[in-house]
């Protein structure tokens, strides 16, 4: 698992972190180092404000130890960005309890279909009894898509008719998973923009059905991210949070050269972690996400 | 969240006051704040520092004008310098190529295939025949999608199933076209990354084996730094023609939009608005140059309130207005005026730093208070609305029962109106010029 994360964050590190390296050199600590590494953050998409605190943090550092060298930096960095990542509780998913259920939301285009059949076939290898619902009745063939997944991660899908109402789609699907003895529930919904007012209020009403079917549920409402977005994720991060209080993040697309910073501003602003991280298109491409090797990956050498 | 550049300008240049020049000071403090505005938008680092590098040459020496502030000037030079680098919009090249074939390209997850069905709407419109072709076979149910979409707009869709090589899959469709007599042939192709090299040569065998006139990356709007790359990769690997940016009805700033102009120097031919599949825009560079900047889309606001609006009608308002002689008459019509400019929210949103306000109301309530003012004033005598003070309690009870509300309901519209009308006096009197009713109704309103 630090092997795959380390090699999805490869293109990070060769573009960012690589360059922090040759960047900042080993020369005396100049208020140009400081630029240099301000723009180094930008360019890994975490947003002006999250980058100037972190050059902030690390000059305060810096001050304090009386550093002088450049290269000194690299641990002081390290350590911030580390500090960002605070400790998340436990994630509920792996809580035994009768029933689980898992909403997926996210924006159009974001990875959600993708996302929970590899979650599928993740948690059905730990040896949970796992069912899915197609809550996207209104994109053209996205229920045949979760079909298509269901079937690779071989667990069963609930689905209703195309431009039915979710909610009841899902309701029904709660009553049918209990009845069948499964344990884990994956709610698809639609993509939405977070900026949609009606959308926004149906994804709601998906989660009260929810609430109301199963004691304390959702347990997790994972809001998938794509790793290439850039500060409009935060934006999106704040309203699914006010609406149907997203518990954890999974990014998606690590693969690519999206270097997903931005989720340093969402632990920042709304301490909101990450859970899992998608690093590619087969099924098995999904990792719960680690904190340390997430870090180790962005600046650890590439192996030789 | 964010500060639109013109409040961060302001901020700069408050307490200096006086006109004549921007010296170099003045355009140094300016541009650290034009730098941070556009990298908040999402614009790639690098362009943004050639940007800057552009907007400061115009601006050091520049007389600033007599009716405007120094910081006012910085952003109009900023603007037009955006609209500049943002470029013409692009217009697709139909008929030089029978049929015309049309390639779309880009990230998983961008919105080609439905992007393919709207531009594939959009040209039936316009008279041509189209034909869409599903190259995305890694998918799962990607061509499924592509021929629902075909079938809700009644427009043929060629497939061979997921076991045809794309590029095979493609040269046939567009021979099928030719036979079925479409003018237009769209190939949607699988999202790839523009990192993966097999699934870059599977799109340079699709360009060779079908030599499309156009090749278009369909890009989200909510991109971040990553644009650059992703746009000079597919660029380099099959030749860019064009751009369309999607999910544009969201709230990214869509600096992303700068940064792939700027490195590929293709025109941006279309927007994609909102799923329904009527939702693709023509680009306007002023417009979406006013939204980097987080200005609002005034221009639109204004083009479709010259469109919409009787002149006349507003200018005798406006008339009315400043001798005061505005009346509850007055103000319906008004509200009338507004409503045509389409819905709400919408028009809400294009009105300079509403569009993040807009997030916190809802508008379907909103929507419902204008719908009930309506009945109330609708409820009313010509004589009651040319002279609000006749309203009584009995006449109070009478337009309640009339409209559906409350007296309380009543009372409140009559204190808003008053309100607006103390305002107005206030406006005339401090010599507020007649930018006319509309804006100051909205004002006065919201």
């Known amino acids: 698992m630090f092997k795959s994360i380390r090699k999805s964050l490869s293109r990070t590190r060769q573009s960012v972190f690589g360059q922090i390296q040759n960047a900042l050199g080993n020369g005396d600590i100049t208020e140009e180092t400081y630029e240099d590494l301000e723009a180094l953050l930008i360019q890994a998409d975490m947003g002006v404000d999250t980058s100037l605190f972190i050059v902030e943090q690390v000059r305060d550092r810096a001050v304090e130890k009386h550093l002088y060298r450049a290269d000194q930096l690299i641990p002081e960095l390290r350590g911030v960005l580390r500090a960002i990542l605070i400790e998340p509780p436990p994630l509920q998913i792996d809580t035994p309890r009768l029933l689980t259920i898992v909403m997926v939301v996210g924006v159009n285009g974001s990875g959600k279909t993708t996302s929970i059949g590899k979650l599928a076939k993740y948690y059905k290898g730990l040896g949970r009894r796992v069912q899915l619902v197609a809550g996207d009745t209104f994109r053209a063939a996205a229920i045949d898509q979760l079909k298509v997944w269901g079937d690779r991660a071989g667990v069963p ?148 | 969240m964010f500060e639109s550049l013109g409040n961060r300008l302001q901020g700069v240049f408050d307490g200096l006051q006086r006109r004549g020049k921007l010296t170099e000071a003045d355009v140094d403090a300016a541009m650290r704040e034009v730098r941070l505005a556009l990298l908040e938008a999402d614009v790639n680092f690098k362009v943004v520092k050639q940007f800057v590098k552009r ?241 609002g889309d005034v221009l639109t606001l204004i083009e479709q309130a010259s469109e919409q609006l009787d002149e006349e009608e507003t200018q005798r308002a406006g008339e009315r207005l400043m001798s005061g002689k505005f009346d509850l008459e007055d103000f319906l019509q008004q509200m009338q005026q507004i409503k045509k400019l389409g819905p709400l929210g919408k028009v809400l949103g294009m009105l300079p730093g509403m569009g993040q306000m807009m997030n916190d109301v809802d508008l379907s309530g909103a929507e419902g208070e204008l719908k009930r003012v309506e009945a109330i004033i609708y409820s009313m005598t010509p004589k009651e609305r040319r002279n609000p003070r006749l309203l009584k309690a009995s006449r109070k009870r009478r337009i309640a029962a009339g409209s559906g509300t409350s007296v309380q309901e009543v009372n409140q519209l009559l204190r808003q109106f008053r309100e607006m009308q103390t305002m107005m006096k206030q406006l005339k009197s401090s010599g507020a010029g007649r930018r006319g009713a509309l804006s100051n109704l909205l004002g006065g309103k919201f």
């Open chain 2, 55 to 295: 907007v400061r040459e115009r601006a050091v020496g520049v007389e600033v004008m007599q009716t405007i502030t120094p910081g006012q000037q910085v952003v109009k030079i900023v603007h037009e310098e955006l609209i500049n680098t943002l470029g013409e919009p692009g217009r697709l090249e139909l008929g030089l190529q029978n049929p015309t074939i049309i390639m779309l390209v880009g990230l998983q997850g961008s919105g080609k295939t439905t992007t393919a069905a709207k531009l594939a709407l959009h040209l039936r419109k316009k008279g041509s025949r189209p034909y869409l072709v599903a190259a995305d076979v890694y998918r799962p149910a990607a061509i499924d999608q592509l021929q629902a979409l075909g079938r809700q707009l009644d427009i043929p869709v060629y497939d061979e199933g997921v076991n045809g090589r794309p590029p095979t899959i493609c040269a046939n469709g567009v021979a099928k076209a030719r036979e079925s007599g479409a003018t237009v042939v769209l190939l949607d192709t699988a999202g790839r990354l523009n990192i993966d090299d097999m699934m870059m040569d599977e799109i340079k065998a699709i360009k060779a084996a079908t030599d499309p006139i156009e090749v278009i990356l369909v890009a989200d709007a909510m991109t971040g730094q990553e644009a650059v790359r992703v746009a000079t990769d597919f660029n380099n690997a099959v030749g860019l023609t064009g751009l369309i940016m999607t999910k544009v009805d969201g709230d990214a700033r869509g600096g992303a939009a700068i940064s792939m102009r700027e490195v590929t120097g293709v025109p941006i031919k279309y927007l994609g608005t909102g799923e329904k599949l009527d939702g693709l825009e023509l680009f306007h560079p002023d417009r979406m140059a006013s939204r980097i900047l987080g200005m």
């Open chain 1, 157 to 304: 899908v609930i689905s209703g008719q195309p431009g039915g109402d979710p909610a009841a789609v899902i309701y029904d699907s709660i009553r049918a998973t209990r009845a069948r003895g499964y344990d884990l529930l994956f709610v698809d919904t639609a993509g939405r923009l977070h900026t949609k007012f009606n959308l926004m209020k149906e994804l709601e009403k998906v989660y009260s059905v929810c609430q109301k079917s199963v004691h304390q549920a959702p347990h997790e409402v994972l809001l998938v991210l794509d790793a290439p977005t850039g500060q409009n994720a935060l934006l999106q991060a704040i309203k699914f949070k006010e609406s149907v209080h997203i518990t954890g993040v999974v990014l998606t697309k690590l693969d690519g050269t999206g270097k997903g910073g931005m989720v340093f501003a969402i632990y920042r602003e709304l301490g909101v972690p990450v859970r899992f991280i998608g690093t590619g298109e087969g099924i098995d491409d999904i990792a719960p996400f680690d904190a340390d090797a997430f870090i180790d990956g962005l600046f650890d050498e590439p192996p030789a």
